[in-house]
């Protein structure tokens, strides 16, 4: 019999070393007893001539999948994780297809680890809640967080909020590990963590922000309690609103219906959707473009989501050469899904059209995401974004130009100008000139197509429109002299 003592909760790579040394020493699952260091046993008791009666493979088969497979499962706190994926890949050697086998109970178990961490890791995502506390860095905020994982999933979900949370320093301590992020390096570790101590302000503007959207009409209990289990509720600070919420539900949907019916808030129906199940860990198959635009589709970072029908994500091929930026998405955008196909977006496919440049071959997207607007009577009128709002997007846009790596970038109007540079100047002052931006790439500045259309004055339309056109023939030709980047 052969012990394997592995460190701390046992990791990947630990797990993967012994096993390939047993597989190599021909030592059968049954003949190896697995644990965790602290539990006695001998760390080198792997080591050995192989066992008497078992042939070592002359070559190793492990399959691309079962690594995918044994990265996660290996996060589950089930004791009998690093035998039962020992027992897989032993017998993987022999029946190559075994992981097809769904019906196999090996496999199924492994299959319903992996459910169980991912399921985990999503409920991370969606529950960690940050409190700011004071900075150690000038300039730069600070933000900790606490939160009781079933499974080992801390340093697999880091990530995520190393990209969602780049521009502040956090540290998300729980009783599995702590991951930490200072805006240049992410550290985890899997030792269990101190819980951090206090309440701030935030934990109010949660309660508020969720009391506000919470639509008692379209509450739905069951699924609530399923997606959002209790256990979770004690680190969340709105979540002590949650059973007053539900005991006035029905006077509030009374109310409301006597009120006549608002529209439901958005947000809440994303949230819902979040909540049902939607597993942001199977994104990772995703090409980096779809899932940058599944992960912006959830996207809480300024209060424009609140109010906007969804994001509205860029369009076009994710090897682009041209880039074009405009402001927001407008009304038709906004119920659409999709940047300029309403009024501005008409004036836009002419312009592009006329200079020879095929719509389907350009990325068009915005610098901000969600629509923002006044609503008089039954309309929504278009609203500015504000310098914050912009700020806010711009991580989306800087992560579209840097999988798309378009050779020319294209800021229709002030607001992405704002966006792409984080400089607010006239646009006729930057107009008509490349500007060279990171990477040999260059960057064209015009008017947005939906200030001509605001103009009054015809003849300055007219005027502003050839320009404009003028302006888009330029990019096409600039396209046509630029090198590959
Ligand atoms: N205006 C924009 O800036 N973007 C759109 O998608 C539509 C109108």
Redesign the pocket.
């Known amino acids: 019999m052969r012990t394997v003592s592995l460190e701390g909760q046992g990791g990947f790579s630990e797990w993967r070393d012994a096993a390939r040394r047993l597989l190599v020493d021909a030592v059968a699952p049954e003949q190896v007893r697995w644990q965790l260091s602290g539990q006695g046993g001998d760390l080198f008791g792997v080591v050995g001539e192989p066992e008497p009666g078992q042939t070592a493979p002359s070559e190793l088969v492990v399959p691309k999948s079962f690594i995918e497979a044994a990265e996660a499962a290996i996060c589950h706190s089930d004791p009998d994780r690093f035998s039962l994926l020992y027992r897989i890949l032993w017998r993987l050697q022999s029946e190559r297809s075994l992981l097809q086998v769904t019906s196999d109970a090996d496999v199924s178990h492994v299959v319903r680890l992996i459910k169980n961490v991912r399921r985990d890791s999503h409920k991370m995502k969606a529950f960690v809640r940050f409190r700011e506390v004071e900075a150690v860095q000038a300039g730069r905020r600070r933000f900790v967080a606490w939160f009781e994982p079933e499974h080992f999933i801390v340093a697999r979900t880091a990530g995520f909020f190393q990209r969602r949370f780049t521009d502040m320093d956090w540290l998300i301590a729980t009783p599995k590990g702590s991951a930490a992020w200072n805006g240049q390096e992410l550290k985890t570790s899997c030792e269990p963590a101190a819980r951090p101590e206090g309440e701030d302000e935030t934990d109010e503007l949660w309660r508020t922000y969720f009391a506000n959207i919470f639509n008692p009409a379209r509450v739905k209990i069951r699924a609530m309690q399923s997606e959002m289990p209790k256990k979770y509720w004690k680190n969340m600070p709105e979540a002590s609103l949650i059973p007053d919420l539900i005991a006035g539900a029905e006077q509030r949907v009374a109310e409301m219906a006597a009120r006549q019916a608002s529209q439901p808030p958005a947000f809440h129906e994303r949230l819902q959707a979040q909540w049902r199940g939607r597993d942001e860990e199977e994104a990772s198959d995703l090409p980096p473009l779809e899932r940058l635009r599944q992960e912006a589709s959830a996207c809480t970072l300024c209060p424009l989501h609140c109010h906007a029908t969804q994001t509205?994500f860029g369009e076009g091929p994710d090897d682009a050469d041209i880039l074009f930026v405009?402001?927001?998405?407008?009304d038709?955008?906004d119920l659409a899904g999709?940047?300029?196909?309403?009024?501005?977006?008409k004036i836009?496919d002419e312009a592009v059209e006329g200079a020879g440049i095929d719509r389907t071959q350009v990325y068009?997207t915005?610098?901000v995401k969600h629509f923002k607007y006044e609503r008089r009577g039954k309309r929504r009128i278009?609203m500015r974004p504000d310098a914050g709002e912009v700020a806010h997007c711009r991580w989306w846009v800087a992560k579209e130009i840097e999988i798309i790596q378009p050779r020319i970038v294209v800021a229709?109007?002030a607001?992405?100008y704002l966006s792409l540079t984080g400089e607010s100047r006239p646009i006729a002052e930057v107009r008509g000139m490349p500007i060279p931006m990171q990477e040999s790439r260059m960057l064209l500045v015009t008017t947005?197509?939906?200030a001509i259309l605001r103009m009054p004055d015809e003849d300055l339309k007219a005027r502003s429109l050839a320009a404009f056109r003028s302006d888009i023939q330029d990019v096409r030709r600039l396209a046509e002299t630029l090198p590959a980047l």
């Open positions: 509205v405009g402001e927001q998405p407008g038709t955008e999709r940047p300029f196909i309403g009024p501005a977006g836009f068009v915005n610098a278009h229709l109007g607001t992405a947005h197509p939906a």
